[in-house]
């Protein structure tokens, strides 16, 4: 699956794509407009589980992986996020599977964590909810998975 900052996603068979040396060019994935860039390639290999993603002006939501069906490689893909002056560009995609925490960073060191559960499950054809408040000024730049610690094991199990 690749998506791009604009919110088009596509989801194509990893067999569509050759393999070649490491000085080639390679393939095209997605086709994008210009001022339009790739932001995320993730590898899935079922439909279970759900893309995260999130919007510059701190805004995300969940959608189920099985909504983005199988195309060609070199398309335009399909709206995976909303764009719009309220959301600003996508800044991230991220597979999960809703039981992990994520990391939202914003541009003037702002860390918010997270339970990706906390996060409603769209579908693809929308804005999506507020992820994290904003200042004037900051946007989010990236959002992470963060794996679990050894002492909140710990203290689910005591």
Do not use: C, W
């Not at 002006?57 to 195309?71: A, V």
């Not at 999506?128 to 679990?148: F, K, M, S, W, Y």
Request: no cysteine.
């Amino acid at each position: 699956m690749l998506f791009t900052s604009t919110g088009k996603g596509i989801r194509i068979d990893e067999n569509d794509v050759r393999a070649m040396g490491r000085t080639a060019a390679g393939v095209r994935g997605i086709k994008i407009k210009p001022g339009d860039e790739v932001i995320s390639l993730i590898a899935v290999d079922s439909d279970a589980g759900q893309i995260l993603f999130a919007t510059a002006n701190g805004y995300g939501k969940r959608t189920l992986i099985d909504e983005f069906s199988l195309q060609g490689r070199g398309g335009q893909g399909v709206i995976s996020i909303k764009t719009s002056a309220r959301n600003g560009r996508v800044v991230g995609a991220i597979k999960t599977t809703g039981d992990e925490e994520i990391m939202l960073i914003s541009n003037s060191g702002t860390l918010v964590r997270t339970p990706a559960d906390d996060i409603s499950i769209l579908g693809r054809n929308t804005q999506g909810v507020t992820l994290i408040r904003l200042g004037e000024n900051e946007q989010l730049v990236q959002i992470e998975p963060v794996a679990a610690s050894e002492d909140e094991h710990a203290e689910d199990d005591g």
